[in-house]
């Protein structure tokens, strides 16, 4: 087993930290995790609120040790999917995104690009995607999630606004981010592995889990964050491991290295 583990996947909010809290040791457990060389460790979020840079910020202030190159975010996989489509999109995501998004023109758009941005899903802002939408644009969902965790409890996900103009629209989104296979396979394509050799940790169990697992991933659920009872028995197959939280991940993985 030794062998065949050779790269980390680790989910960000819920995961990692709430907000600006860190989740129970996890400060420590990632240091420990970060001490085993042998390891990649990559950061794969659906974070659609901040940029890399805003993120990597954060994190930092929160006391992680984390480098920029370790991020890998759907904003990112979104970019790469614009640049190559030659998208000029209405941008339906937080202003503290758009840094990811420099030199996209969006003039006459030709696509609806929607990630969370609670700010900006109002009424008139809604309006014009779905006219866009109508006159032959695209939709992007940066991702789809239902909904994420906040200090004061659950929030909703951009999955919603999403499922609205997809209603709206008669359209159905091209969905970017996880639990999106290319996403995953994607976000390891600078390591030298195999999605057999790769494990992910993450709070969502069609996300993070059934999404890994799906190209071949191992998914380790953590029961923080956006978890709630028996998540993991609504997937199949369910998940390789279910822990309290990040710090028992990390035992597992290092157990399974000695």
């Not at 996989?77 to 640049?83: H, V, Y």
């Amino acid at each position: 087993m030794t062998n065949q583990i050779k790269a980390i996947l680790i989910d960000l909010s819920g995961t990692l930290h709430i907000e600006d809290d860190p989740t129970p040791n996890s400060l420590e457990a990632l240091a420990r995790l970060q001490a085993r060389s042998e390891i990649q460790i990559k950061f794969v979020t659906n974070t659609t609120k901040e940029s890399k840079g805003f993120l990597l910020n954060r994190l930092t202030q929160i006391g992680f040790k984390v480098q920029e190159s370790e991020i890998y975010s759907s904003l990112s996989a979104a970019r790469k999917l614009i640049d190559e489509k030659q998208l000029r999109p209405f941008f339906l995501i937080d202003k503290r995104a758009l840094e990811d998004f420099e030199g996209v023109p969006t003039h006459d758009p030709n696509a609806v690009v929607v990630g969370l941005a609670p700010d900006e899903f109002h009424y008139e802002n809604m309006n014009k995607a779905m006219r866009l939408l109508h006159n032959g644009a695209q939709l992007i969902a940066i991702h789809k999630a239902r909904y994420y965790k906040r200090r004061d409890g659950l929030a909703l996900g951009p999955g919603p606004i999403v499922t609205a103009l997809e209603y709206a629209s008669d359209l159905k989104a091209e969905i970017v981010g996880k639990p999106s296979a290319d996403f995953f396979l994607s976000s390891i394509t600078d390591i030298s592995c195999q999605p057999s050799q790769c494990i992910m940790i993450g709070d969502d169990a069609k996300d993070d889990i059934e999404g890994a697992q799906s190209v071949g991933m191992k998914g380790i659920l953590v029961q923080t964050g956006k978890y709630r009872e028996n998540d993991e028995k609504r997937i199949n197959p369910q998940p390789f491991k279910v822990v309290q939280n990040f710090s028992q991940a990390v035992d597992v993985i290092l157990e399974m290295l000695h």
